[in-house]
């Protein structure tokens, strides 16, 4: 294994988890002290009143000095929950009190949906704070799907350059062409160059689009049956509606092959 997880709700005592200390320490393997607040100790629960940022911390920071008198300090730590403002308040409270690699993330978060919803806030306000090493997006769903989102949240944030960025309007009256098909079509074509730095936008109208989405290195603005294709907000062609696609790919391939 590259690292091994301890979840102190149900690790036992301090004799249990020395024997899995000498293991890894055999090994030279890291020891990831996992507090999930689902599982808090019932004594830190009865202690605290319930299950609460405190607990979470005053178990993580127990167990981490159990590996430490047990002679190893190869540890990371999380502390997840599934309350948003409870991992970021925990997150904020054991960040000063730590000197161990935090790995962060929003536990049981949910679908695709719900999940990217949580995470991305309470992800992004803990990281925001300067706080944590590496990041989980964890959802009920294909796990690729998490590691997208992951990388979405660093690039949001400006901790990740590269990779493929999408823009598309909200759709208004405006928008004459099927643009919600449209969007999701260009994302799947661009999965391919998902390791080429590209922003591209795909816009609802020539009306605002080539202007709002400026910064772009490529886009596309909707017409009457019809698409704008233009390169950082100047229109270089026109294309029929079922063109536009092809289109756009031939122009990325310019830039990005």
Do not use: Q
Request: charged share 30%; glycine share 12%.
């Amino acid at each position: 294994a590259d690292k091994i997880r301890i979840n102190p709700g149900n690790i036992g005592g301090e004799d249990r988890l020395v024997k899995v200390v000498a293991e890894a320490k055999k090994r030279d393997i890291p020891i990831r002290v996992g507090v999930n607040s689902g599982s808090l100790e019932r004594e830190l629960v009865d202690k605290y009143g319930g299950v609460t940022a405190d607990g979470i911390v005053e178990s993580a920071l127990d167990k981490v000095g159990m590996i430490e008198r047990a002679g190893y300090d190869n540890i990371v730590v999380s502390i997840k929950s599934s309350n948003v403002m409870m991992a970021v308040d925990a997150h904020k409270k054991l960040a000063p009190l730590c000197r161990y690699p935090l790995h962060v993330g929003i536990t049981e978060a949910g679908s695709v949906v719900s999940g990217n919803l949580k995470s991305g806030v309470g992800i992004g306000i803990i990281l925001y704070e300067g706080i944590g090493d590496t990041i989980r997006v964890s959802l009920t769903g294909d796990p690729v799907e998490e590691v997208k989102s992951a990388r979405m949240i660093l690039r949001s944030l400006g901790l990740r350059s590269g990779g493929i960025e999408v823009v598309s309007c909200p759709t208004c009256g405006r928008t004459s062409i099927d643009l919600i098909s449209l969007v999701d079509r260009v994302e799947k074509m661009l999965e391919k160059y998902r390791d080429r730095s590209l922003k591209v936008a795909v816009m609802g109208c020539a009306v605002n689009g080539p202007g709002e989405a400026k910064e772009a290195d490529i886009g596309v603005a909707g017409g009457v049956g019809e698409g704008l294709i233009f390169r950082k907000g100047e229109i270089i062609k026109k294309v029929k509606e079922e063109e536009i696609l092809g289109a756009l790919e031939d122009e990325i391939a310019k830039i990005v092959l």
